[in-house]
């Protein structure tokens, strides 16, 4: 069974940076594409980032540009790089496969909030 755990979430300034971590178990990571979501208050869950199992990555227009989705397939890791942070940046980010494939258990996910 495949356990998600991220981390690295906090409080900043708009403009400043976090790096999140999602760390995997259980399950062959270097397979399978990843994405990171995040979902404030009242709203649906959105796909931020994907990076594919080759390393190709997607953004959503909102994050392009500020974000950058890696990955280590030895740690089992994958990590969102986010800069010049803006107060709609403000949610809970989980990661999971992309949309398309079945879901894992979602992990607890880490906050993060933006303040202006």
């Known amino acids: 069974q495949v356990q998600l755990v991220e981390s690295g979430g906090g409080l900043v300034q708009a403009g400043g940076s976090l790096r999140l971590s999602c760390a995997a178990s259980g399950s062959i990571f270097s397979s399978y594409a990843m994405g990171w979501y995040r979902q404030a208050p009242g709203k649906q869950r959105e796909l931020v980032a994907t990076i594919w199992s080759g390393g190709s990555t997607n953004y959503a227009d909102s994050v392009k540009g500020r974000f950058t989705i890696s990955r280590d397939n030895a740690k089992r890791t994958v990590t969102l790089q986010m800069n010049s942070l803006k107060p709609e940046d403000t949610a809970v980010y989980y990661c999971?496969?992309?949309?398309?494939?079945?879901?894992?258990?979602w992990g607890q996910g880490t906050q993060v909030t933006v303040s202006s």
């Open positions: 999971n496969r992309p949309p398309g494939y079945s879901y894992y258990t």
